[in-house]
């Protein structure tokens, strides 16, 4: 990696840092060259707004995303082992890579009433996530694991629902707690 | 109603509309002074520190949350109607009456990982909610309304989770097919 890259990379990554511990709107370009070290005009050179700044930081998380969740679960046999493994790396990266927790929840919350470049590109980002879910459960129907009359876009829905109900469970009860109702929860949806 | 606790009902009705568009974070007793007209100073007067503000807003939210879907909700007959009415009110609550969506979401997302006095009282006014729909859930089970293997709490979580795919659907898809979506999960977790 140039070195150019090699900077860009670690300021996005204090970029997320920041985002996902105090959300996105927080997120500012002077905050943020304090917090790596950097004047404010070096970092105007990499993004030239602070809707830049945010769009940038939410794509290095979906990139983040992908190589963390969506590319490792690829690698499991297809179908519900692969969705299985995608919740189990979903949680991984929402609990102990995101500080902050997940950066999509919050910054979809954030911003979805927002009008703006910004809240566009979470949708977006959004509509990507979840179509992954979609695919990995239609995997499923084809292979003939997963038997049902259900649409797969309900049951992506009732998937990501049980992943936001987890996010919220897991600050209210003990983690353990909110983990067996999500498994729980899951076991039903996928029918197994 | 005397003058004095008009002006903070006033006052925190202006507070709760800038927390549900802007999140709690950036609500200050600045920004809040311009809003509603009155100086610094004179707000101080009501609210001693941000922290105390932010507190004070969320109890307000919870006491609107109250008086628009739990007190009318109660008025159903016991058991399925009234958790029936609940959901209802809540879409109406998060969407007509909340410019910005439900402040509980918003908030938690916002704080859950912030430890401090906010983060706590957001919990409780959670906990609270949550209690209220486990106790919907409970009497649905009492009248026999609702049999299931199933403990009140999980079933509670599940209700949840719902509301909170709704809340993210709503924002992704048409309100029609989000709603589509909540009240068909609905009707499967009360076996209706």
Sequence with gaps: MSKGLE????????????????????????????????????????????????????????????????????????????????????IEWSENYMAGGCPFVSSFVEYDDRPGVVRDHIMHLQKTMIGSFERAIQIAIDEKQLKTSESVQYLAYKVYSNMLGYHIYSHLLSKEQARKNFTKQFREIIQT
Tied chains: 1, 2.
């Design 7 to 90: 900077t860009k990379e670690n300021i996005l990554k204090s970029a997320l840092e920041l985002t996902s511990k105090f959300g996105l709107e927080s997120l500012s370009i002077g905050g943020l060259a304090k917090s790596v070290g950097m004047s404010k005009s070096g970092l105007f050179s990499h993004f030239k707004s602070k809707e830049a700044l945010q769009v940038k930081v939410m794509d290095y998380a979906a990139f983040k995303f992908t190589s963390k969740v969506i590319k490792p679960a690829i690698k499991e046999e297809r179908g519900i082992p692969r969705l299985e493994k995608m919740m189990e790396l979903w």
